[in-house]
């Protein structure tokens, strides 16, 4: 095949199989949104390039897709949502009672340099709360971190989220009579510290007048916690949630745009990139608009593909998906039809099952009976309905036990096939 | 707001009431595909642009977001899927049962003139069946057609099916002497035929030594009706779905790929364009794959942005949408918390209750009784759930009845709550 006849580098093709994944992800990530009462919201995958150079720039603004549209705009293919959900809110909060609890799932688009776990596009959950600065607030969209990585079936066993405030580092500035340039260059050598050598980091500090103990020794001190992280802590232990939780004063998160507490989610052998983080953008909206519209915020994003690598690692989590995918099987029954000229009533009868609800399948075209029974049992059907030569009576047929019965042409058919389904079979059922 | 902190034009922002409409139409159309036994499935959304030039050219080429990116490759957010689609099923159809029944949902982009029905990006419900050329397969593809329409709330009164076949068009080139080409061209006259004036079209057949009235005549006579056309009649017959279907020949639809069966959906008022449209593509994968892989296939695509116009007009789709809504209001029970100092317990009872799949929320800090109950309303939760100084006693308030009741300390609360519920309420529940 010409290679232009492939994917582009870094950008994945789903088919049915890799798309169950992506679905569980998805899924699970809207529901526990939902519990939390999120409500969903959307932008556009392509922006005015300027909304990305305003916020971020560093490192982002070279990862673009950037280019002229044929109305000669300078125009990027998203790499981030905040930026847009910064001026959707603006322009909307008036119409929503605040806090705003925003999520949103969509694809993102970065040029990089693919490899394991990092890919040129991907899918990001995107959580937000606006309208209030509150440790409270921090508290609550933790939890739902926590939460949408227990829904995933990960256990204390498997990540940590390590919390920290970028103040508690204001303060050391403070003390080190540091000015806010000297505190951005600070922030950054504490960001790599954890994977720059000692000397490194020694030499990084060298215009600070720092010493690397300096450093450790204030990552080390519990009292330097601000009361944000304090409060943040008690509020998770009275919903049970300590237990993921450490408090870690060496993360401060790599963009500019972060104004207080900020959170990373690690798998707990620490073999992958962090698999979710975020923090408080207080002054970000009030940038974007010019200062017309002032939204304290916190927010938090999750990707799909260090999460699916994460996933994989873990029993547990291929356990909970491996059900899942059993449970949205493509089909509930699938209809055999071994007398041929029955297929018009077979018609009529696969109708009336899908429009109960139930998920059919059948051979479009005659087909012989073994050939029928093997396709149904690639469906993951749980059952197969035969239709024989004593139309309207049929067969039911369990696939997996080989076993099977014959149904009495008064039955209700539809209320009789659900309650052989034993579990929920609905395709979005949770 | 500066100009540059606006979307783009023709481009969509989605705050959370405009993405319920959306949510709505993805979580129909994923039902029903999903009750037909289709699987899904998901290709990028920026492709090498030469699989665009490569199979359709004309019209599309020219509504390209087309640009160079980093590594100075010719790419194109995707106008279409089924491009990618053959690609994707070309590689992978070993690994599935045939025919294949996949379906998408996803966004593509058009550098069109914005207006009423048109934008620049917009989602598209594509389905597709690969690997059998029968008319059994069009009938299967158009009942998924018309069962999404119904689905969404649209009768027999409000819309139709306008069936063709372009082989019956290749008949009467044939007894008209036309060769492939002037058959092309002809092709192109009768999918204008409706909207042009009748001398527009003589003007246009002129070359080709004919009339319109010929058309007209050929048009209206049951009998140029293909083979094809008969059976899938008859099978949408013992589907009991004959009365959403018309066959009309003046449909050919514009694509040149499609080689057989074509049908549209259109509003009986005909006040819109098509809602959705597709027809049999035989030879388009074997194309894209220098014939390499044989595929013959059928699909149709539905777009978000003309169905939703369509919905707004039609009464019983308002309704059916606006009952989904309501069934996924973003909480289902609102705690208030009317003794501060029970906050902490507060927050382990939401907790219990999330975990049990309660959609639940609250006051983040302090807020006084009447405002909590204010935006208890504003959620559409139907109860709110009020924890006071007589904790661990709770008072469920049924919040559009205005009327309360005490709950015991030992009652099992999940439980207890879920059967309040009159109605299943899981956000991702049909």
């Given at each position: 095949m010409a290679a232009s006849f492939q994917t582009l580098p870094g950008f994945r093709d789903f088919d049915p199989r890799a798309c169950q994944m992506r679905n569980y992800l998805f899924e699970t990530w809207r529901r526990v949104a939902t519990r939390y009462g999120f409500v969903e919201y959307e932008t556009p995958l392509l922006e005015a390039t300027e909304l990305y150079l305003k916020k971020s720039g560093g490192e982002l603004s070279s990862q673009l897709f950037r280019f002229r549209d044929q109305g000669d705009r300078d125009v990027t293919?998203?790499?981030?949502v905040t930026a847009s959900l910064a001026r959707l809110a603006a322009a909307k909060q008036r119409d929503y009672p605040k806090p705003l609890k925003w999520f949103e799932i969509g694809q993102c688009f970065r040029y990089e340099k693919p490899q394991k776990g990092r890919t040129r596009e991907f899918y990001q959950f995107n959580t937000d709360i606006l309208g209030d600065p509150s440790p409270a607030t921090d508290a609550e969209l933790i939890a739902l971190a926590i939460d949408t990585m227990r829904e995933l079936g990960f256990t204390s066993e498997d990540f940590k989220v390590r919390l920290s405030d970028r103040n508690a580092w204001a303060k050391f500035a403070e003390q080190h009579e540091l000015d806010e340039e000297q505190l951005a260059l600070l922030l950054q050598i504490v960001d790599k510290i954890e994977r720059d050598a000692p000397e490194v980091t020694e030499g990084k500090l060298e215009p600070l007048g720092l010493k690397r103990e300096q450093l450790t020794d204030f990552i080390s001190d519990p009292s330097n916690e601000s009361d944000a992280l304090r409060e943040i802590q008690a509020n998770l232990k009275a919903r049970n949630l300590s237990k993921y939780l450490e408090v870690d004063l060496s993360i401060v998160r790599g963009l500019a745009y972060y104004t207080g507490v900020v959170f990373e989610i690690f798998d707990k052998k620490q073999s992958l990139r962090a698999v979710a983080g975020g923090g408080r953008y207080d002054t970000l909206v009030s940038t974007l608009t010019n200062g017309k519209t002032d939204l304290p915020a916190m927010g938090f994003a999750m990707g799909d593909v260090v999460i699916g690598l994460f996933i994989e690692e873990c029993a547990g989590a291929i356990r909970k998906f491996e059900s899942w995918r059993q449970r949205n099987a493509s089909c509930d029954f699938y209809v055999v039809i071994d007398e041929e000229e029955k297929r018009p009533e077979a018609l009529a009868l696969i109708q009336e099952l899908r429009e109960g609800g139930l998920r059919i399948d059948y051979a479009l075209t005659k087909t012989k009976f073994d050939k029928q029974l093997k396709t149904a049992a690639t469906t993951l059907a749980p059952y197969a309905l035969v239709i024989g030569p004593n139309f309207p009576e049929l067969t039911l047929r369990n696939l997996s036990a080989r076993a099977q019965e014959p149904i009495h042409p008064n039955t209700d058919l539809v209320s009789f096939l659900k309650t052989k389904l034993s579990n929920p079979q609905g395709p979005l059922l949770a």
């Amino acid at each position: 095949m010409a290679a232009s006849f492939q994917t582009l580098p870094g950008f994945r093709d789903f088919d049915p199989r890799a798309c169950q994944m992506r679905n569980y992800l998805f899924e699970t990530w809207r529901r526990v949104a939902t519990r939390y009462g999120f409500v969903e919201y959307e932008t556009p995958l392509l922006e005015a390039t300027e909304l990305y150079l305003k916020k971020s720039g560093g490192e982002l603004s070279s990862q673009l897709f950037r280019f002229r549209d044929q109305g000669d705009r300078d125009v990027t293919l998203r790499p981030e949502v905040t930026a847009s959900l910064a001026r959707l809110a603006a322009a909307k909060q008036r119409d929503y009672p605040k806090p705003l609890k925003w999520f949103e799932i969509g694809q993102c688009f970065r040029y990089e340099k693919p490899q394991k776990g990092r890919t040129r596009e991907f899918y990001q959950f995107n959580t937000d709360i606006l309208g209030d600065p509150s440790p409270a607030t921090d508290a609550e969209l933790i939890a739902l971190a926590i939460d949408t990585m227990r829904e995933l079936g990960f256990t204390s066993e498997d990540f940590k989220v390590r919390l920290s405030d970028r103040n508690a580092w204001a303060k050391f500035a403070e003390q080190h009579e540091l000015d806010e340039e000297q505190l951005a260059l600070l922030l950054q050598i504490v960001d790599k510290i954890e994977r720059d050598a000692p000397e490194v980091t020694e030499g990084k500090l060298e215009p600070l007048g720092l010493k690397r103990e300096q450093l450790t020794d204030f990552i080390s001190d519990p009292s330097n916690e601000s009361d944000a992280l304090r409060e943040i802590q008690a509020n998770l232990k009275a919903r049970n949630l300590s237990k993921y939780l450490e408090v870690d004063l060496s993360i401060v998160r790599g963009l500019a745009y972060y104004t207080g507490v900020v959170f990373e989610i690690f798998d707990k052998k620490q073999s992958l990139r962090a698999v979710a983080g975020g923090g408080r953008y207080d002054t970000l909206v009030s940038t974007l608009t010019n200062g017309k519209t002032d939204l304290p915020a916190m927010g938090f994003a999750m990707g799909d593909v260090v999460i699916g690598l994460f996933i994989e690692e873990c029993a547990g989590a291929i356990r909970k998906f491996e059900s899942w995918r059993q449970r949205n099987a493509s089909c509930d029954f699938y209809v055999v039809i071994d007398e041929e000229e029955k297929r018009p009533e077979a018609l009529a009868l696969i109708q009336e099952l899908r429009e109960g609800g139930l998920r059919i399948d059948y051979a479009l075209t005659k087909t012989k009976f073994d050939k029928q029974l093997k396709t149904a049992a690639t469906t993951l059907a749980p059952y197969a309905l035969v239709i024989g030569p004593n139309f309207p009576e049929l067969t039911l047929r369990n696939l997996s036990a080989r076993a099977q019965e014959p149904i009495h042409p008064n039955t209700d058919l539809v209320s009789f096939l659900k309650t052989k389904l034993s579990n929920p079979q609905g395709p979005l059922l949770a």
